[in-house]
């Protein structure tokens, strides 16, 4: 009798725990397809064969924490563009810190200066 007690009382706890547990393991989805926190409209040339092109579209792919790091550009004074990316990092953050880095690493690369200063985020999530 008391063998039957408690595995009734098991199954109803596991059923509680089960109910509670579901709505936790949907909330985290993932970041794929969605832009994010967007803090400045970003020139992306037409040419899908452009590295910042592809470097943002691979930004927006991404399912984890990331960010797209751009100089701004003016037709007028610049007429380059440099970029940079953090892609599924452990915390947006993160995303932010590597993205900016890999966008300073290539204002050194190519030892230019823009008239728009340095590299900022455009878009994290």
């Known amino acids: 009798m008391k063998?039957?007690?408690?595995r009734r009382i098991a199954a109803s706890i596991l059923a509680v725990l089960l109910i509670f547990a579901l709505p936790g393991a949907g909330a985290a989805e993932s970041l794929a397809g969605k832009v994010g926190d967007k803090r400045?409209?970003?020139y992306l040339?037409?040419?899908p064969k452009d590295e910042c092109t592809k470097t943002y579209h691979d930004y927006v792919a991404a399912?984890?924490?990331?960010?797209y790091a751009t100089t701004f550009y003016s037709r007028v004074v610049d007429l380059y563009i440099i970029c940079g990316s953090g892609l599924n990092a452990p915390?947006?953050?993160a995303a932010e810190e590597r993205a900016l880095r890999s966008?300073?690493?290539g204002l050194k690369r190519w030892k230019v200066r823009t008239a728009s200063g340095g590299c900022e985020i455009a878009a994290s999530k």
């Open 40 to 42: 400045f409209s970003s």
């Open 45 to 47: 040339p037409g040419n």
């Open 63 to 67: 399912g984890g924490h990331s960010a």
């Open 91 to 93: 915390s947006q953050k």
């Open 3 to 6: 063998l039957n007690y408690f």
């Open 103 to 105: 966008c300073q690493a």
